[in-house]
């Protein structure tokens, strides 16, 4: 694998964001190699631990306006940054990616880090990912949150997702920044979008972002179809709160709210919501998504 490493610069001065990142070495099983993770650790260590995690194409930026206030409230909160995006390194060759070796480098990621009585928020490929991790590992979460999220096992995925797709597969050096305004319904600053650009000096260090979307099993015939199938299995028989909150505006995952709410057996009797916003719900309602944490983890008690 050909490892790049976004240089410490592109991150200096970014707007709201004060967070210094904290790195976890990781070894890919495959070729031996050593993987720089990063991700933000703030708060008391003793704190109950909240697991924020992004999707595709951003980064634990996403979460700016929810870790400070969250971290105000008494918890440690952790928001890694997937290989391949914002300060954790990226690969260089599109195939060297794939779904399963995400997992295994979170997997390592989160043992190796060892958290525990996890409280999780999810979105888009962090729910795709991260659920793979509850599944995995469901002694280690207390609790979970989903927004705009799925974990597909090879059926149609509807023509949201479609459209993103063909788009992200016939455009030339992905404009990252400009792809989050169009999933938010307020309107980004250009400090804002520059920061969601932060990561990427070029497009060479764009392999992960262009590739995540032809990892989505959307057909029988597409790898991981099977691991999701074993962890819906898991992820069915999880009695621990599990609460979705998705968005109001978002044609990529409408609906598969009610897929969670029927099948998960913890998610039964919440108090499921839907927030305003696009399909990047934590810039839209980022104040709502505190409240809703610190609210499922002050009724369980845990």
Request: net charge negative; glycine share 8%.
């Amino acid at each position: 694998m050909n490892i790049l490493r976004t240089p410490d610069s592109r991150f200096e001065n970014l707007l709201d964001w004060p967070f210094k990142p904290h790195y976890t070495q990781i070894t890919d099983a495959a070729t031996g190699q050593s993987l720089r993770l990063a991700c933000v650790d703030e708060g008391p260590r003793d704190g109950p631990t909240v697991l924020l995690m992004h999707g595709e194409p951003t980064w634990s930026y996403l979460y700016r306006h929810i870790i400070p206030k969250l971290v105000e409230l008494g918890y440690r909160v952790v928001a890694p940054d997937l290989i391949g995006f914002g300060r954790s390194d990226k690969l260089a060759e599109r195939n060297d990616y794939t779904y399963e070796r995400h997992v295994a480098w979170l997997s390592t990621w989160l043992t190796t880090m060892d958290l525990r009585e996890i409280t999780l928020f999810c979105q888009d490929w962090g729910g795709l990912l991260g659920l793979r991790l509850v599944a995995a590992f469901p002694e280690r979460f207390a609790r979970v949150l989903a927004g705009n999220t799925v974990l597909p096992v090879g059926t149609d995925p509807g023509k949201g997702f479609m459209d993103w797709l063909a788009y992200s597969q016939t455009t030339n050096d992905l404009p990252i920044g400009q792809i989050v305004t169009m999933g938010v319904t307020r309107k980004l600053s250009h400090d804002e979008i520059a920061a969601y650009d932060a990561p990427f000096p070029d497009a060479s260090y764009k392999a992960g972002a262009c590739q995540f979307p032809t990892l989505v099993p959307i057909t029988p015939q597409h790898a991981s179809v099977t691991e999701n199938l074993a962890a819906w299995r898991v992820l069915a028989a999880f009695d621990k709160p599990f609460i979705t909150a998705f968005s109001d505006n978002d044609p990529v995952t409408k609906g598969a709210d009610l897929v969670f709410q029927k099948r998960i057996s913890g998610a039964k009797g919440q108090a499921h919501v839907t927030l305003r916003g696009g399909h990047f719900l934590q810039e839209d309602s980022p104040d709502e998504i505190v409240a809703l944490i610190d609210g499922a983890m002050k009724r369980s008690h845990v």
